[in-house]
């Protein structure tokens, strides 16, 4: 399909919501299935429910080093009349127990080995005394469970059935459901599918994301620059977002202000797969600004203006691929910092959706904060404030008496233009000022969006 699109609402600035909804109305569903080894599925989304091919613990186990008894044998021993208990055998971690603990002996047992037949108790070692042959103590008072096997042991306190055990099936039952579809992999849950005896997991595929960066003036880093250069920001920047938003960035170069250049490379990314298409850059109404044309030839298009600060223009589409599929297509502002936020704000969601993730889980979560200065913005527009977040001396935030984080303009005032990068990587949160306030003053309370920090 070809020709852009006309909309209703194209002469006017649409809402935040409005240009997020037709964005994710747009994504038929996420990504297709494939099966991951746990050490590769780190934040990968489940697309299929993980079932426990195990219970956890397998078997009865020691929580910690020291004897294994039946606890009635026990019963009244103290500090001054310990209880004696002929040692019969010890069990290791990774063995199964050889002995069965019988009425007045303990079997030695490690952390972790399986309860010997019988025993219903462990005694710790810090509560015990070795004794040899004689009778003598062979060690002294619960150091430690090395060194040769005792003939026998005093017991310096009772124990109650159960003590320091941990049951088979405390933890998980076999053949139950631990983890569903829609949740993102993370080292506790790989811990906890590994635990339960899964070797792979079937997850959403990375929806695969071509960036192009514009403009006749954008180099890549380090070339020279000349008179009239800039390095490329956008480029770098963008594919670091697409990869923690959960996609795999594909870097598509940078592409000269000419439509034969940028068609070329946008064909070039149909033709690899590409879920979406990134382009920062000749958005605009400007006489070189051709990538609202490229993406007209290529399938249809909107180009919006939205209410939002920084990051007003904005294009959106979709265009088929030679496999069958579908790409969406995302024109994003040049200005590094507008381009960051209108990622943030319509391309993330978008490729979490992607990816798989359930719908409560693709924005930011939503905290509250309170400005510690005055902040001005455009008439209309929705400003995302980049700020710092005031810390304690652990480096967690603040919060007030009424839990709000106190926040400060990222490079103070001077920092939040559309061309700021240095306040843009500074800040660790977004704060939002509503479209119906032009002035917020020192506090104000505000959204804040935490964004990720390292």
Sequence with gaps: MSGAATSPMAARLRSVEEARDAVLAAIAGPTELEAVFLPDALGRVLAEPVVSTTALPPWDNSAMDGYAVRAADTSGASEDAPVRLEVI????????????????????????????PRADAVVQVELTTPLDAAGRPSGPRGRDATGPLPAACLVHAAVKPGAAVREAGSDLAAGITILE?????????IALAAGAGVPQVRVHRRPI??????GDEVVPPGHELGPASIPDANGPGLQALVDAAGGQAHALGIARDRLEDVDSRLCAALAGGAA???????VSVGPYDVVKLAFEKLGRIDL????VQPGKPFAFGAADRPDGGRSLLFGLPGNPVSSFVTFELFVRPAIR??????ADRLFRPVDRAVLLERVTKSHGRRAFVRVVAERDDRGGPLRDERGRVP?????????????????LAAADALAVIPEAHDTLDAGAEVELWWLDAG
């Design 89 to 116: 055998g010890e069990v290791r971690a990774g063995f199964a127990p050889a002995v069965e603990v019988r009425r007045g002996t303990a079997v030695r047992i490690a952390t972790g080995a399986p309860l010997p």
């Design 181 to 189: 579809p829609g949740r993102a992999m993370t080292a506790a849950t």
């Design 209 to 214: 994301v071509h960036v192009l960066a514009t």
């Design 276 to 282: 979406a298409i990134l382009v920062s850059g000749g």
């Design 304 to 307: 919006w203006r939205v209410a």
């Design 353 to 358: 959706a992607l990816a798989g993730h359930r």
């Design 407 to 423: 926040v400060r303009l990222a490079g103070g005032s001077g920092g939040q233009g559309s061309h700021v990068i240095s306040a």
